[in-house]
């Protein structure tokens, strides 16, 4: 697998129009009246243009989706989840399920399934009976998810425009590679569907420069033709493919994201930097596509098929409204539920 990471790379370098992903210039319309629904209409307008860029190209950069403040306390958060779950699993292999999704503990390179839980990883054990519950003064998901799908999130009306409300609350995850972490090989997310099963979220919480390694995108390759091309072709015609691809590189600023179709090609890059790269991670699934997608996605098992975007905005509105752990009722997720 890494000799075919190697050569997809050596191609890559040879494919002239390889890029910086930049963001589309989308322009959100004009304020008018009061209220919150026509303060709203910009924010639709925007969401409609972008899941139009989204549709045809399979994916779309949006800059300043996190604030840095809020961006720097989640990567400060995610990296102290990872630490504890080293410890965690060192001490019992068996747990990585919980902990780790679709890279689970690959050299230098994880997918970290996040808790819900105020507190994360330092919540999962029950408080002994008679000891009063850990008090935890910040909840930097619960933040960050404010911001990005609350009610006036960033992220909100796009996602109600490509899945509905009804979608499925897919994947909750921290992406991050260490230095020396390899090449990925290029690949789609899941089977090929006709309608776009699953969206996914790429969100740097620190900038990402090209020595860190991020992910390249093979702009429309989210159709029928190209997915039968790599998953059926011969080796030839995978390379031509690789080749001839508008091909973009997500150095992405801190706060900054990318949404995709899971369908698309992609890889994320060899991490040559001495800095570790994390990524927010989360996806919801389409709820026009039924059945099996063929793809388990990194979230911890408890919150599969747990919530739907609607679920988690009567979540974030609660966290507004003061509620200090929102999404209490849904667990810590470490186990299937029923168990």
Known sequence: MLRRALHEEELLSRNKSTKELLAPKLKAQPKSGTGFAMKAKPLVSLAEAQATVV????????DNVLTADVADSLREYVLEQQRIAKIETDRDASLSQIYYGVENRRKSRCDLQLSLLQGGYAADRRTPEGEEPAVYETFPLADALQQLLGEEGTLRHLYENLVTMEGEFYELAAVITDPGSNRQTVHPDLPFQEK?????????????TVQMGPTSFLMGTHTSKCNDIFNCGGASQKDELILKSECRLSTLKKGDAV????????????NDSESTRALFNFSFRNAAVKGDLGYKGSIRPG????????????????????DENPFAKFGNGMFKRGY
């Open 303 to 322: 919150y599969e098929k747990a919530m739907k975007l609607k679920d988690m905005s009567e979540a974030l509105l609660a966290y507004g409204a003061g």
């Open 55 to 62: 549709r045809k190209e399979g994916l779309v950069r949006i």
């Open 196 to 208: 776009a099963p699953l969206y996914v979220i790429f969100l740097a919480l620190q900038d990402v």
């Open 259 to 270: 949404l995709f179709d899971a369908r698309t090609l992609h890889c994320g890059n060899a």
